[in-house]
């Protein structure tokens, strides 16, 4: 149970309501997730999350698959079930396997490793990674 | 200046001389970074995480760049800048310009946003992002 | 379940017991939640936890409500569910509604953005904040 | 040095100078951080992070100087310097005294402890702690 | 329910079989936790941490329950349930009582409490901490 | 700089030079660190920590060293420069030479690289680890 009412769609003003439409055309989905009808308690910061996500998420330089595996990485980083389960979903039917997957883990495993690591020693920057 | 006194080339032992012959073969370059002459001072440590690297960062499913986009992920959640500089310049390496480096700036940030506020909602993971 | 046992008030310590007793009684409560009972657990950090929470949450320059909210944005940046959902009913009880809830929610997860991002990118401090 | 080019006001797009423009109205000064000069390597996340600040940080049931506060209660929790200092800057220009920024630490400070004990000890959540 | 399907000893390839066998073997159990079960869907990563974490927590200077004991502190940093309730076992098996892990909790509450306070002042090193 | 004038001992009140007294006596150094007289800027809560660490670091359960380790974990996992190399300092002064701090480090990187694999998976605890 989160911390507010989540707003149904029933009870949604026309403003939250437009987004949720907008959501499930853009997504080809028929349902509108926990996420965004718990956020719709707050209908400025809703809207702006969604435009926000459909300008980062749209094909770009990085394809749709590549951007929910670093959600993925960034979640796992920080810990967040939900977030690791919605992208995880996303990711699976944009083709990720369990081979791809345990790839995707690896390298966030290793790299949380030596960025502790790395804090721990205190190591400098290389003069070779600082760019011209 | 970091925590311990880096090896180097000259004054190290066999078993690590030879980590560091394997790195700058591997990667085709002439000097061993910081980190692993930091790391050199535990050796195990040093055999162990290259032996590692080697095996999460070969090309698989996912491609190098794709990997290195993750760590530069990971890194920049846990704000540790000789990662995300070293992976950084990895990627530029690979082929990552400054419009792909803003798209996958754009997804770090997003998620990052995303999950402390799931987070700060308490929202409960949807039956359909479960799995089966 | 905590991986302690908690310390029931009827099983308590003089001490445990004299904790308690003035918690019930500075918030104005029937319970001592299981925060406090799971830490009895070490009487030393309960006693030296409560005084240093009576301390730093009385009113001064900032009044409760405002130290609540800061209790929430730092365990929503944390993750920690006990801690959102127990600040979230003290902010609650002391007049927090669902906008204001909201608002913090989007300071909370706009600046989680932002400091990803400055990591991302390694953005240097500008002189003009760097104080006299 | 950032790990992309700063794009300066001379060399900046009728795009990316319209938001500068309109940084230095609103915010009442005559330069452009360097963060804003930073992400404007990548266009459309500078305009989508300046329009959602300005809606985040604009006066509602929370007043600009807690707004500012929460952002420096997020940033010491993540560690992120940048952001400490330029919100720490811009809660001084507010009125944030020494004595406020220090109850603003001691709370900080508290509850990164708290949430980190009721991590190690897997408290579970009150029932009175979870709403209605 | 991870979000990959656990491999059970019945399915296992003879080379994830083998880690199965070793690891009942080293640490005298009759079972096989669900967190070895679950990176057997990436077989590499499965071997790898395995001869990893017999390499990192064999007996050297540090004992056992000083390892188990910093695993604790890094997972109470991190907030990973599964992690602090496994090396939380591990360590009460060890000898870890009530008063070892009270003394272990508020070391990893004070210093996280510290962290932070030290991140939000952005207090400079001393020299005395530099090293030589 | 820190964010906050430093209080120099010529500068105190009487309630913060004592608190310097206390902590070189206790210590055994003749000078204050820039922690202390950073926070030294809030009274209460310098006396408030400096009670608290004398209380958290005297030797009980755990010695002295092993405290000071279990605050490098949790301080490289936090990425504190300050706290790492304070606490490094402090361990040196106590007997941690460079394989100790390898096997630290080790510990401390692999278990942050399995704490955020297992978020990744999200891996079930196991009955076995609940405790009774």
Redesign the interface.
Known sequence: ?????MVEYEDASPEVRAVYDDFMEVRGTD?V???WR??A??P??LK??WE??K???AP???DPL??E?????????????????????AA?KLGM??????????????????????????????E????D
Chains 1, 2, 3, 4, 5, 6 share one sequence.
């Open positions: 149970m989160p911390t507010v009412k349902f997730p926990n996420f718990t956020i308690a707050h400025p910061t702006r999350l926000g996500i300008q980062v998420m770009g330089r990085l590549t951007k595996m670093i959600a993925i990485a960034v979640s796992a980083t920080n810990g967040c079930e939900y977030c690791i389960r919605s992208h995880t979903a699976r396997d369990d081979e791809t997957q345990g790839e995707l883990m690896a390298v966030v495993g290793m790299f949380n490793q030596t960025n502790k690591i790395i804090f721990g020693y205190q190591v400098d920057v290389d070779a990674f600082m760019g």
